[in-house]
């Protein structure tokens, strides 16, 4: 299985049965504990999610020139349409187990994912899959290549059909322009999800919003699915 950093916000006893449980999946060529600071963020008061931060591989990706970085699948960031549909679903098995190790201990209904950028693809795809309803989904400049939104539209499961998404992107991002964000949106609304879309003034910026908005999602997931 990846290698997990796993952190917990609350009291001692709050490790053996958090409310809620977060997936922590970090973007293209960072270090997992680039997004311990927006888990902490969601910390007390109240019963904080313990939070599970999986560790990608080290692939080609990046600039480009073959040069390796923390990747989830090899990509260019000059070309965010091209990926490798094997290389994505195999990835999404492996965090399959993560999910699966951690709904084992508290339940899937209370199991949230959140991926920033690369991240917030992977995400989406291991949610989308999962057999088992989970609690939500957090994503923070998503995007999502024709030939990954085709497979999904025809393989996402009945157990996550309406999972609700919550969606920030930076309205300055040079990296995944909002537009390919928006496009996530608008298809997530088609296949029925309930969307929170924040366009907010940032870069390519992990989870950008006020840490009071995303609070309010993950409490109204753990609310919603119990």
């Known amino acids: 299985m990846l290698d997990v950093v796993e952190l917990s916000l609350g009291p001692p ?3 053996d049965e ?3 449980s977060v997936i922590w999946l970090h973007g293209m060529g960072q270090e997992p504990s680039a997004l311990i600071p927006t888990a902490r963020l969601l910390g007390p008061p109240g019963r904080p999610p313990r939070g599970l931060f999986p560790c990608a591989p080290q692939q080609p990706g990046g600039l480009g020139g073959g040069r390796l970085v923390r990747a989830w699948f090899p990509q260019s ?3 965010l349409d091209r990926i490798g549909l094997p290389d994505v679903l195999a990835m999404a098995e492996r965090l399959r187990e993560v999910v699966d190790a951690e709904t084992s201990r508290t339940g899937a209904g209370r199991v949230l994912l959140a991926g920033f950028s690369q991240g917030a693809v992977m995400a989406l795809v291991t949610c989308l899959l999962h057999p088992a309803p989970l609690a939500g989904l957090a994503l923070s400049a998503p995007y ?3 030939g ?3 497979h999904l539209a ?3 499961t009945a157990a996550n059909a309406a999972t609700p998404v919550w969606i920030a992107h930076g309205a300055d991002d040079w990296v995944i322009p ?3 964000g928006a496009l996530v949106r608008d298809t997530l609304l ?3 999800h309930p969307v929170s879309w924040h366009h907010l003034p940032a870069g390519h910026t992990p989870f950008p919003a006020p840490p009071a908005l995303l609070h309010h999602f993950l409490h109204s997931c753990q609310a919603g699915r119990g």
């Open 13 to 15: 006893h709050y490790a």
């Open 18 to 20: 958090p409310p809620a």
């Open 77 to 79: 960031v000059f070309r």
């Open 144 to 146: 999502l290549p024709a």
């Open 148 to 150: 990954l939104a085709a």
């Open 154 to 156: 025809e393989r996402r």
């Open 178 to 180: 909002p537009a390919a």
């Open 190 to 192: 088609g296949w029925g």
